[in-house]
């Protein structure tokens, strides 16, 4: 297995590396053999973070949500941003070191198994192509933050055989994340960009004029293009993502209404309820309530 990084763990970060005679059961185990972790964990805020490889014998994946780090692949410069997502196949020299004035926080695994560069392929990571761009997705922070609770479960291999399936899950979701085919030749438009903007401002207000120029596109072609591949307007489509970030936060945190919807842009939080309702068909204090039952 590839050295983990020996950066000074901070209180709130978390590094596990699974023992030796659980990753020998996973690798003979038949739900298991194509596709495991061998360690994983979080790094918040890594000032002084940085690592270097000239080789290793895993996939390395990071998933950077805050901050910035510099990347060499060989002799290749790379900057990583919040939201990048990077995944190293076995033999790829690298170096990175976060940025001292916006360190990156970062979820990080190392994995084996024989499906490893299928896993790899299915999820869009063409040899060479190793950076693609999500933004901060709340469904795939849920993913991670899930896989990092397994450690607390102790070493068992029923435990273990689970944190392999969620690796399998983050590699699906992530296929499902890869940019949609235009519905037409000449299409301009291309929804990776729109989406990864959007899950980046959840916290703010977009107007169409903004989304439309970042593809370079009249308010009303872009619209009509938008609605043409999706079946919905591209604002139905935001707010949906903020709905979805605010059930993800109503399950996990103990945020008032009022605090989650003021994260997501909406200083009324009467009228935020209204907008939650109105798409998922009750209240939030109701689908709070429905899902600590």
Same mark, same amino acid.
């Given at each position: 297995?590839s050295?983990?990084s /020996?950066?000074?763990?901070? #209180?709130? #970060?978390?590094?596990?590396?699974?023992?030796?005679?659980?990753c020998?059961k996973? %690798?003979?185990?038949?739900l298991? +053999?194509g596709?495991y972790?061998?360690?994983f964990g $979080?790094?918040?805020?890594?000032?002084?973070? *940085?690592?270097q490889?000239s080789?290793?014998?895993d996939f390395?994946l990071?998933? +950077?949500?805050?901050g910035?780090?510099?990347?060499w692949?060989s002799?290749e410069?790379?900057?990583i941003?919040s939201? /990048?997502?990077?995944?190293?196949?076995?033999?790829v020299?690298?170096?990175?070191k976060?940025l001292?004035? /916006?360190?990156?926080?970062?979820?990080?695994?190392?994995?084996n198994?024989?499906?490893?560069?299928?896993?790899?392929e299915?999820?869009?990571f063409?040899?060479?192509?190793y950076?693609?761009?999500?933004g901060?997705h709340?469904?795939?922070i849920?993913d991670?933050?899930?896989?990092? /609770? +397994?450690?607390?479960?102790?070493?068992?291999?029923?435990?273990?055989?689970?944190s392999?399936?969620l @690796? %399998?899950?983050?590699?699906?979701?992530?296929a499902? @994340?890869?940019p949609?085919?235009?519905?037409?030749?000449?299409s301009?438009? $291309?929804?990776?960009?729109v989406?990864a903007f959007?899950?980046?401002?959840?916290?703010?207000? @977009?107007?169409?004029?903004?989304?439309?120029s970042?593809?370079?596109?009249?308010?009303?072609?872009?619209?009509n293009?938008?609605?043409?591949?999706?079946?919905?307007t591209p604002?139905q489509?935001f707010?949906?993502?903020?709905?979805e970030?605010?059930?993800?936060?109503?399950?996990?945190?103990q945020?008032?209404?009022?605090?989650?919807g003021? #994260?997501?842009?909406? *200083?009324? #939080?009467?009228?935020?309820?209204?907008?939650f309702?109105?798409?998922?068909?009750?209240?939030?204090?109701?689908y709070? %309530?429905?899902?600590?039952?």
């Amino acid at each position: 297995m590839s050295n983990t990084s /020996d950066w000074p763990l901070p #209180s709130d #970060s978390i590094r596990y590396l699974v023992p030796q005679f659980l990753c020998d059961k996973l %690798r003979q185990h038949p739900l298991t +053999c194509g596709l495991y972790p061998v360690s994983f964990g $979080n790094y918040k805020k890594a000032r002084g973070h *940085e690592m270097q490889r000239s080789n290793h014998d895993d996939f390395l994946l990071i998933y +950077c949500i805050h901050g910035r780090a510099d990347l060499w692949l060989s002799d290749e410069y790379h900057q990583i941003r919040s939201g /990048d997502l990077l995944l190293l196949p076995p033999g790829v020299s690298h170096h990175y070191k976060t940025l001292d004035d /916006d360190p990156w926080t970062i979820y990080w695994l190392h994995m084996n198994g024989e499906d490893c560069a299928l896993a790899a392929e299915h999820a869009g990571f063409e040899k060479g192509a190793y950076i693609h761009h999500y933004g901060t997705h709340p469904g795939l922070i849920q993913d991670f933050d899930r896989l990092i /609770d +397994c450690r607390s479960n102790g070493y068992n291999l029923n435990t273990s055989v689970y944190s392999a399936s969620l @690796l %399998r899950q983050i590699f699906s979701f992530l296929a499902l @994340l890869q940019p949609s085919a235009p519905s037409s030749r000449g299409s301009q438009l $291309n929804l990776d960009t729109v989406h990864a903007f959007m899950q980046e401002n959840l916290h703010t207000r @977009l107007e169409l004029e903004t989304l439309a120029s970042k593809v370079n596109l009249s308010k009303f072609h872009f619209v009509n293009k938008y609605k043409e591949m999706t079946g919905l307007t591209p604002i139905q489509h935001f707010l949906h993502m903020k709905i979805e970030r605010a059930c993800y936060l109503l399950d996990i945190t103990q945020q008032s209404v009022s605090e989650i919807g003021y #994260s997501l842009g909406y *200083e009324d #939080s009467y009228y935020f309820s209204r907008l939650f309702k109105k798409v998922m068909g009750i209240a939030p204090t109701q689908y709070r %309530r429905n899902h600590l039952k």
